[in-house]
């Protein structure tokens, strides 16, 4: 138990109360703007329980939390115990909001899918209660009162299903365009045998940029129609 104030005995043995020396430090966790408000809850809820919670683990002591736009700022008294709590808690939870899964352009229309589908069917399968959103990078927010085991555990999940979609749809696009060579080797062979071998293999030049160019107009065409 923490208090705020301690006995001293004197020569007499009488005790005398004297007030501790005491030492504040201000702990700071970066954040992106974009995850503050799910951070903090309504009305900043969560930070308002986890003050009530860290007074009522270490009574007498309070914490005074604070953002300056770049960052939270939670000042409290130096104590180990203190410190450990508001970084294993808050600051975890701020950790976790800050941690964006970074997926290819070219993929980020049908990792969404049609109407968000694909990203609704993870998030169906992260344990707990949350919304996977698009903003450059993919992020995921919880409610503020989610612990942050079940916060770990739903980003290791997530990440784990987006990055084998990921690694599909390249080696999708990588098999295509890998038909689209062949065929067009096939064909330069073809017109070599014959007069006009450099116009064969202009047009198998331009038969391979157009498959790949297809390709990745779809993924684009999905991505300004479906995203977040």
Known sequence: MYFNAFYQYTDDQRPTYKAPERTTVVLKFPCNPSVIGALVGRKWSRVKQLSEDFTSRFPGFTIDVTHDGIAFNVMMANFSDGVAFVTNTFGEEISLANHGIYIHPQFVGRMIGKGGHNLRDIEAGAGCK???????????????????????????????????????????????????????????????????????????EASTEYSVDNIDNMCIDSLQELSI
Not at 141 to 165: G, H, K, L, W
Request: with cysteine.
């Open 130 to 204: 949350c919304t996977i959103y698009h903003d450059n990078v993919f992020w995921v927010r919880f409610t503020c009162d989610t612990p942050v085991s079940d916060r770990q555990n739903a980003i290791d999940y997530i990440e784990e299903r987006m990055f084998d979609y990921a690694n599909y749809l390249e080696d999708r696009l990588v098999d295509i365009d890998t038909e689209s060579v062949d065929a067009d080797t096939g064909s330069e062979a073809w017109s070599t045998s014959g007069s006009d071998s450099e116009v064969s293999t202009t047009a198998s």
